[in-house]
């Protein structure tokens, strides 16, 4: 069975720090696109950052872009999302996802197979 569990979210005062973890058990995701998402309350699931499986190369959107770094571990099936100069804008429930197909580029949410529960992350202004 599949699984991704996220952790790192917490409380922070805007202009600050979290670092986000994403640990997949049941498969491997070396060769697999791995993504971070985020919902606020009301509003609809949006890219954050994704990264490839080699090279590696790394997608941001524009709103996170220069603030965020989306990192992965392949020997511990871990990714990660470092996240500085916080915004209150940024408080959400943040996801991390995997694409099933290997070598292929997946930055929309309808391309991801697999799914975390999400970590909180509040930004207090």
């Known amino acids: 069975q599949v699984q991704l569990v996220e952790s790192g979210g917490g409380l922070v005062q805007a202009g600050g720090s979290l670092r986000l973890s994403c640990a997949a058990s049941?498969?491997?995701?070396?060769?697999?696109?791995m993504g971070w998402f985020r919902q606020a309350p009301g509003k609809e699931r949006e890219f954050v950052a994704a990264i490839s499986w080699s090279g590696p190369r790394t997608y941001y959107s524009d709103s996170v872009k220069g603030r965020f770094t989306i990192s992965r571990d392949n020997a511990k099936n871990t990714v990660y999302l470092q996240m500085n100069s916080l915004k209150p804008e940024d408080t959400g429930v943040y996801y991390c996802a995997a694409d099933s197909a290997p070598y292929t580029t997946a930055l929309a949410p309808g391309e991801y197979d697999y799914w975390g529960q999400g970590t909180q992350v509040t930004v207090s202004s």
């Open positions: 049941g498969r491997t995701f070396s060769r697999n696109t």
